[in-house]
């Protein structure tokens, strides 16, 4: 055996028997001993004076046994398990400062983990697909912005012409309600794809086949690819299932596959119908996204060359020149703008960290001043200055464990609770939270996040033992020597980045505060109380016109109006904060064309009286606006200022989707009305142009269009509370729908909230940050103010010996304290005039320099350094002179 | 593992394992009260030698496997612990001696040049 080798094995076995190792020694150390006295007996000694000379000459016994330890064994472990068991006692002698360290390190490493957890989630968990940074998504960019709504044209010509892309497949933006007619109507989550779509994603299957490109045929057989869950929760996991017909939205469809159970599809849907698309459409209607697979070798700038190249070469364009198709990586595309604010969030919660940490430090340093004759009397007995080293490291590493562990079980309660702020509207993290967990990589940074600062801390304080000189610190009597200017100091520099820092975060918290209370008191333009929402799918053969829909929407509102206490209802594939279609329109006003794009959509004729909608010039819909009347339309405010500023729009002409193709022709139509503005597209947009047509009036080919992506809202308001009439209303409803389910019930309220759910979820993350930051900080000064009143007690007894009055001292103590919030403020304030740019995005109806916040902030910060000052300087100043210099 | 460089006889360390193990060769076993008192005996007081080097030194041979260590009966019928060297510690010493001897050779040759110039 190699002897480097075999002397670690014997190491390794010393390790394990060390006890017999020791006998052993024992054994020879007497041996030696025997010797000796032997040899001073013979040289003419007594025997007691010989063994007090053997012993003597032999040198200190426990020297020798510990020389020979070191060279049996691994030192360093044994004295690692030293460290730990004196770490463990450490920490049992200080109860109270062990439960700060622990509790501040655990809400700094908790905040962060949770955090983390969203942003691995998010951003840095590859998406579950094979090879999942080649699939990429089609973008249409014009100087307006890009979007991934694509048309069938569009669609088309990549399938045609985008030669570095292969598995190229549409399927629809988000899930669509689908109505699952058999047995008892239930509305499911579906996906419009076409057969590319599934070799693309790599969906398993569980039976049964994926789609083919005979499904994508217009013309061919209705099939349908059940999820898992839908199979097994509807269909009893029938395993026989394949062949079956099951109705969808009174349709008959066959089932041809059943996906496996470990597919996660985007967007997420319980059943799959192709689109059956007639490629030859020349439909501008831009109402699904595309994506594909890079070819082999292929990079995305190459692919994006390939597709501009060929583009320009095929005049595919369009008549603004800066259009332009785009590919983008699937996974970016999809993380879309919550990017930058969750890494934003990330750096706030960084802060608490910091701020975490600076307590921590604090905590150390003060306690490191206590402890100094403790290691004094350490290096006194031989410890190298190493082994101090060692031994802090490892109580601060320690601490750093048990912060982290708890740490870890305030996130797994934390990430639940952060979700259920913003249900569904994160990327890539389902309304239930999965996708969200405690996966290697979130271990991996929480562990090495504490692993850093127990290193950094431990070390820290041992700076300054390096400074203690064994003496000086033995002869200081007990509890002065901490009031050292280097500590003293450093411990203000860390209090003052302490208040800097919860500045910082308290003013960020503080404008997303405005910003949702901007945005609570914006009125909507409508009204939202005791109004309800409700979805009903009308896919299917039965809804291809106007008329059908009106028709069907006046036989609900006969059928309503028997119900007590219900008020109005109305019908719109357009409900305020769905998607709604934006079209072209043409109008010739004095001689001169005016041509644009505005938002359209079609109401059934109460839709104004419903929402209470004011009509503010010309007249609403009636009944006799129907599909055999001259056409009409209303336009909002918005449209009439811009568009007609100063004039009068009514009786004007417009003619709405010019040139978009056949599914949009549509008669010139009369405006009858203006009504009055509503934020629809969300509380913080402005109203946008809109135009507005009676349902029975609406084109056929949109009819088609709309039932086909979207549902039909019901939006119905009721004189009392809607909960207790929501059944009555419900099997109204189905009734008219004839059988179709009705889903997705929310009040009107719930549907505001939720609209402003992406500010609530950034300002409550913001500002428990922030109010976690402030107690940290509050806490830090407090111990700070404290520790140093302690330790002048003998100073402040002099002075009021010598006369200074009790609010004389307090002063003292005081001023202190406010000049560390003055300096902290200061350094916060200026930092959070730069830093603030950063949640510009985020704000709606507030500055980001604004006077109200940066006044506010720093004064309520500044009360909070005096409140946690005031209590030491109050207690300095009760001091009884005699007790405080009799205190040695 | 700090407290093995701090040891003044640093430099010896090597060359203490050499003369024990010579010691052994030439001797045959012996305990390490014997090998202590051959040592200062040799070196004519020269060396003073630390108890608390030599036994380090055994344990460290012997992990090597250059030395090996069995307990038995003095001719005072006193208990001790005898060290005979293995065939492995041969080779090492034969190595090692010659090692020594290219080194001191060396150093003297260098300190005999330093005098010249």
């Known amino acids: 055996m190699n002897p480097s080798l075999a002397r670690f094995a014997a190491k390794l076995r010393n390790l394990f028997t060390r006890n017999h190792v020791d006998a052993e020694l024992s054994r020879e150390i007497s041996a030696h001993l025997g010797f000796l006295e032997e040899e001073f007996l013979r040289r003419g000694d007594s025997p007691a004076e010989a063994r007090r000379k053997a012993r003597i000459a032999c040198g200190t016994f426990e020297t020798v046994r510990q020389s020979h330890r070191d060279a049996r064994s691994f030192l360093w472990l044994a004295q690692a398990g030293q460290d730990i068991r004196h770490a463990f006692r450490a920490m049992r002698w200080s109860p109270g400062f062990t439960a700060a360290a622990i509790v501040t390190l655990a809400l700094g490493i908790g905040a962060n983990t949770a955090v983390f957890s969203v942003v691995d989630a998010v951003l840095l968990q590859p998406l579950p697909y094979p090879a999942p940074d080649r699939i990429v998504e089609f973008f249409l960019s014009s100087q307006g912005g890009s979007t991934a709504g694509t048309s069938i044209p569009d669609f088309r010509f990549w399938l045609d012409h985008a030669h570095a892309v292969e598995d190229i497949s549409a399927f629809d933006f988000d899930q669509s309600e689908i109505g699952l007619t058999s047995g008892v109507p239930e509305e499911v989550h579906g996906v419009h794809v076409n057969s590319g779509y599934f070799r693309l994603f790599g969906a398993p299957f569980r039976l049964g086949r994926s789609l083919t490109s005979s499904d994508d045929n217009p013309a061919g057989a209705r099939v349908v690819v059940l999820s898992y869950g839908l199979w097994k929760r509807r269909f009893a996991a029938d395993e026989h299932i394949i062949g079956k017909a099951v109705s969808i939205d009174k349709e008959s469809y066959t089932v041809v596959g059943v996906t496996g159970e470990r597919f996660h599809p985007q967007p997420d849907a319980q059943l799959w119908i192709p689109f059956r698309f007639d490629l030859n459409s020349t439909d501008q209607f831009h109402s699904f996204e595309v994506a594909g697979r890079l070819k082999p070798g292929v990079t995305l700038a190459q692919a994006n060359a390939q597709l501009a190249s060929i583009a320009s070469a095929t005049q595919h364009d369009r008549p603004d020149p800066d259009f332009r198709f785009e590919l983008r990586r699937l996974r970016d595309a999809m993380v879309g703008d919550i990017r930058p604010a969750l890494w934003l969030l990330q750096g706030a919660v960084t802060f608490v960290l910091l701020i975490a940490c600076a307590n921590l430090a604090n905590l150390l340093l003060i306690r490191m001043t206590v402890r100094r004759r403790e290691f004094a009397i350490r290096a006194a007995i031989g410890a190298g200055r190493g082994r101090i080293l060692r031994q802090l490291t490892a109580e601060s590493l320690l601490l750093c464990a048990c912060g982290s562990a708890l740490g870890v079980a305030l996130s797994l309660l934390a990430v639940p609770a952060l979700m259920a702020l913003n249900p569904g509207s994160i990327p890539r993290i389902s309304e239930t939270g999965i996708g969200l967990g405690l996966d290697l990589r979130v271990m991996g940074f929480t562990l090495a996040t504490s692993l850093a600062i127990g290193l950094v801390f431990g070390l820290l304080p041992a700076l300054s033992v390096r400074r203690t000189r064994i003496a000086n610190a033995l002869l200081e009597s007990g509890s002065r020597q901490g009031a050292g200017v280097w500590n003293r100091r450093s411990r203000s520099l860390v209090v003052i980045s302490e208040i800097a820092l919860s500045l910082i975060l308290l003013i960020g918290a503080s404008l997303l505060i405005r910003t949702l209370v901007a945005l609570n008191s914006v009125n909507p333009g409508f009204s939202s109380r005791n109004v309800v929402l409700m979805t009903m799918p009308l896919e299917g053969r039965q809804f291809t016109s106007g008329a059908s829909v009106a028709a069907m929407v006046r036989d609900a509102r006969d059928r309503l109006a028997a119900i007590p206490g219900v008020e109005d209802i109305a019908a719109t594939f357009s409900a305020p904060y769905a998607s709604r279609m934006g079209l072209s329109f043409d109008s010739v006003f004095n001689g001169s064309t005016i041509s644009d794009d505005a938002e359209w959509m079609a109401v059934s004729p109460q839709y104004f009286r419903t929402l209470q909608i004011p009509v503010l010039r010309g007249r609403s819909f009636d009944a006799q606006d129907d599909s055999g009347a001259p056409a009409v339309v209303l336009i909002n405010q918005a449209m009439a200022k811009r568009y007609w500023p100063g004039r009068d729009p009514l009786g004007q002409q417009i003619e709405i989707g010019k040139g978009l193709g056949p599914n949009f022709s549509d008669r010139p139509r009369r405006i009858i009305g203006i009504v009055a503005d509503t934020h629809d597209d969300g509380l913080s947009q402005p109203p946008a142009s809109t135009m507005i047509i009676p349902d029975a009036q609406e084109p056929d080919g949109m009819v088609q269009l709309e039932t086909k992506f979207g549902p039909l809202w019901w939006i119905v308001r009721t004189r009392t509370a809607t909960g207790p009439l929501l059944p009555a209303i419900e099997a109204a409803l189905r009734e008219a729908g004839s059988g179709r389910p009705v889903g997705s019930v929310r009040t009107m309220d719930e549907v505001l909230s939720r609209s402003i759910a992406r500010q609530r979820f950034n300002m409550v993350l913001l500002s428990t940050f922030a109010v976690i930051a402030l107690l940290l900080a509050a806490a830090g000064v407090y111990g700070v103010m404290a520790y140093s009143v302690a330790q002048r007690a003998q100073e402040i007894g002099v002075r009021m010996a010598l006369g200074a009055d009790r609010a004389r001292v307090q002063r003292m103590i005081l001023r202190e304290g406010l000049v560390k919030g003055v300096l902290g403020v200061a350094c916060g304030l200026s930092a959070a005039f730069f830093l603030v740019r950063l949640v510009a995005g985020w704000l709606f109806g507030v500055s980001t320099r604004d006077l109200f916040v940066f006044l506010a902030a720093p004064i309520f910060l500044l009360a909070v350094t005096i409140l946690a000052a005031w209590i030491p300087a109050r207690r300095a100043s009760r001091l009884n002179p005699v007790d405080a210099l009799r205190f040695e | ?117």
């Open chain 2, 1 to 117: 593992m700090s407290s093995k460089e701090k040891k003044p006889l640093q430099l010896l360390q090597g060359t203490l394992d050499l003369i024990v193990l010579r010691n052994l060769a030439t001797m045959g076993p012996q305990h390490a009260y014997q090998i202590a008192g051959r040592l200062q005996q040799v070196s004519g007081q020269l060396l003073e030698l630390n108890q608390g080097t030599l036994y380090p030194a055994l344990v460290r041979l012997e992990q090597h496997g250059w030395i090996k260590g069995a307990w038995g009966k003095t001719e005072n019928n006193r208990e001790a612990r005898f060290y005979t060297i293995t065939a492995a510690g041969r080779k090492a010493l034969e190595k090692e001696t010659s090692n020594w001897r290219r080194m001191s050779d060396l150093v003297e040759r260098l300190l005999v040049e330093g005098t010249r110039a």
